[in-house]
């Protein structure tokens, strides 16, 4: 085993603080990385304050990781030492059953294992990217294409990159669709850059007026301040799809009624609380579907790494050092971020 520092939480009620982990020494089917950075998620603030009530403790989040390959097991044959590679949510599935065969891990029947946490139907505890290294099995880590220059702004596409990407390629969104974003925050700002790169017309809808020209700047074609009746009627029944990213309970009717017949609201933001219960009319006078995304397999993961690549796509972020975390979170629950936070690791 190899000892790494890291930052954990101890308890729900605990501040994260300096902790050593250790990891397993590499084996033949190995990447070890050296982490550089790591982006700084909403559910790591969830998972170290136990807001979903399965924590395990000591947790050390952190599931948006890019770095250096500093070694490889002898039956790896995708990466080589120096190379750059990324790790995203999940670390291992089971491999076999029909989700995992169809390179959909996220949705494995036994349940994948998260890069902190461990498995999601419960086993051994697992340690994620607030640390120095990570040890994960080949098939589970991710080339990255982007300039090294950029690393850092590459790392929120390991979460948020791919849990906006996913819905919008399931659901085809492309030319000839008008796409509504909700929120925009981390996952907002990935969902409105990368609506826009594929090729859709893209409206957001914020709460805040005083991101009408971020979200112009990010790619967005219309702004809807969402508090507005007036300017949410003029797009009643005219969104062929809406990506959902709020991570706070919400009236879901007022976006439900903007979508055209046979539209898709998919749901990717995780509240602590539910949502209130939609209306069912909404839903049955226009066969309008209200859906979920949950990130994106390992394959896709990889496409979207690719995509944002080709299209010079990055994340807007702010870089912290790692002893800013808690203050980092407490900022995280106001929205006083644009849009992601992102660790230093050379400074852990």
Known sequence: MMKSKAYAALSATSQLVPYEIERREPGPDDVQ?????????????????????????PSVPGHEIVGRVVSVGNQVHGFKVGDLAGVGCMVDSCGHCHPCQEGEEQYCEHGFTGTYNGPVFGGENTYGGYSKTIVVKQSFVL????????????????????????????WKVGPGKKVGIV????????????????????VLFTTSPGKIGDGKRLGADEVCISTDPEQMAVHANGLDFILNTVAAPHNLDAYLQLLKLDG????????SEPHPSPEVFN??????????????????????????AEHNIVSDIETIPMDYINTAYERMLKSDVKYRFVIDMAKL
């Open 33 to 57: 990385i050296e982490i550089l950075y790591c982006g700084v998620c909403h559910s790591d603030l969830h998972t170290a304050r136990n807001e979903w009530k399965n924590t395990l403790y």
């Open 143 to 170: 080339h990255i294409k982007h300039d090294e220059r950029d690393l850092a702004s590459v790392a929120p596409l390991l979460c948020a990159g791919i849990t906006t990407y996913s819905p919008l390629r399931h």
């Open 183 to 202: 929120g925009l925050g981390g996952l907002g700002h990935m969902g409105v850059k990368i609506a826009h790169a594929m090729g859709a017309h893209v």
């Open 264 to 271: 898709t609201m998919a749901l990717v933001g995780a509240p």
């Open 283 to 308: 839903l049955i006078f226009k066969r309008r579907q209200l859906a979920g995304s949950l990130i994106g397999g390992i394959r896709e993961t990889q496409e979207m790494l690719d995509f944002c």
